[in-house]
């Protein structure tokens, strides 16, 4: 072979690998558009085996880069899983926690997806995944970490941070597609998420404990505080007329609320509760530092937690309505 024909062989090679380069640049799939893709398939597994679909998006994401890794590229494999002995399937070696490990490689996305559901299904080591609510997607992400489906310390946090960036939460609920979609919708009509979860005391909560979980209904935007619904009150509704829109009693929502008097009707922006509060909060605060002008009652409404419950974990003398000192610690759980 002359050194000319060489020369255009090497060329050829070269002009070839640097458009591949190029074109691999160019067509690098963002996390939007792989949430876009298999955001079905996610809902879908949900649907079947109770996997939070925010779960199973935010490990394709982390796992796979948004499916730009060589892994995901060459095995279409997203979420990492390595052989087993058990696998009988076709295999491909890559070098992970140590060189030239054995993954399992798969005709297409959708077949890793499936054998991801059924991976977590099957196993016994992840059996106590199951016995948490498929809404509720930290404790899936804490529970993946310490029954060791990865060995990065901060696996459980990189997850919840995917979630929560991308609000794929929303996935996880009743319509959640609908909800997905309308998301930027949503921002907008509410404010921003640091306005959201401001109670009629002034207090700021962690915002990630109030989502939108319903557009409106009846005219009425429904909210979530501590897993419990509630609406904010407009300016000269009653408890008849908010239990009407929502065919609850306003002797059950005086009830929910906390109220006996029936006297008493809700004042504009007040946490209006459709469902019994809890006894206590179920997310990670377990101190409240009182603001100037809060009562045990309105901790209460803030936190969706019952101002009996609040009086006994603290073992106070207050009475509902009195003010609390300011920078009172009081328990919340």
């Not at 997905?180 to 990630?208: C, F, L, T």
Request: charged share 30%.
């Amino acid at each position: 072979m002359t050194n000319f024909r060489k020369s255009i062989i090497l060329a050829g090679i070269l002009s070839v690998a640097l458009f591949g380069a190029q074109a691999q640049k160019r067509t690098r799939q963002t996390s939007e558009e792989y949430i876009e893709r298999y955001k079905s398939i996610a809902i879908g597994d949900m649907e079947r085996y109770g996997i939070p679909a925010s779960i199973t998006l935010a490990q394709g994401i982390l796992e796979s880069d948004s499916g730009n890794s060589r892994l995901s590229v060459l095995s279409n494999n997203h979420f990492g899983i390595k052989c087993k002995r058990d696998w009988k399937g076709a295999k491909v070696y890559h070098d992970d926690d140590a060189k030239g490990e054995c993954f399992r490689s798969y005709p297409s996305v959708e077949e890793s997806y499936r054998d991801h559901a059924e991976f977590l299904d099957q196993s016994p080591r992840y059996d106590s995944l199951f016995a948490y609510s498929s809404t509720d997607y930290k404790s899936w992400a804490r529970g993946l970490k310490a029954a060791g489906y990865a060995t990065a310390p901060d696996y459980a946090q990189r997850l919840i941070r995917i979630i929560e960036e991308n609000q794929l939460y929303l996935l996880d609920r009743p319509d959640g597609s609908r909800l997905y979609a309308a998301r930027e919708q949503v921002a907008g009509r509410y404010g921003s998420r640091s306005e959201i979860g401001k109670a009629a005391s002034g207090a700021v909560i962690d915002p990630d404990n109030y989502r939108v979980t319903v557009n409106a209904h009846n005219g009425y935007n429904v909210y979530t505080a501590n897993g419990v619904h509630y609406v904010p009150a407009k300016e000269g509704d009653t408890f008849e007329n908010i239990g009407k829109q929502f065919r609850i009693s306003a002797r059950n929502l005086r009830k929910f609320n906390d109220l006996t008097d029936r006297r008493t009707q809700p004042s504009k922006d007040m946490p209006v509760y459709i469902e019994r509060k809890k006894r206590r909060w179920t997310g990670d605060a377990a101190i409240h530092v009182c603001r100037a002008g809060e009562t045990l009652y309105t901790v209460g409404q803030i936190y969706g937690i019952r101002s009996r419950s609040l009086a006994k974990m603290n073992r106070r003398s207050y009475a509902e309505d009195a003010v609390l000192p300011e920078g009172l610690e009081i328990r919340i759980k």
